[in-house]
């Protein structure tokens, strides 16, 4: 029977899922656009120094790949939406896409760190122009991409 491991963190736990391997050892995934965030980083060396010689090396991931693993889990993850599985990236995706065609868009845009800024620009072409939507973090734009390429072949 696989040894216990406390779950992460609330405020970490879309970045981060738990697995054991048939040979005892305890798998890590990780968001690799979130490893580089403190609590991130405190949880994974908590880990390590808990489990000494049973952590494989941490598998760096989507978000959209962890939030599958962490629905799977018994405890739901937060980031998991009741509505089949789809992850809280994965629906702001949909939100964005919906939101474009009720504007008769013609495209979607989203540019993550446009003319070297820390920010996405999530646009709709309507009527040949260019319509910002919403304007993220640089890094939640490279997340909706990643969802938009990795993880909607779920939706």
Known sequence: MPETIELPPEDIRDFVAIQHDADGKIRVKVVEAKKHITSVQRYLTLLRSRYPGKISKFDFTTLDVIATLNSNNTERAPGVLSDGGINTV????????????????????????????????????????????????KEEGLELLGATYSGMTDV
């Open 90 to 137: 994965q629906r702001k995706v949909l939100d964005y896409i919906r939101k474009a065609a009720q504007l008769d868009a013609s495209d979607l845009h989203i540019t993550p760190g446009r003319d070297n800024t820390d920010f996405t620009y999530v646009e709709a072409r309507v009527h040949g122009e260019l319509e910002v939507l919403d304007i993220l973090r």
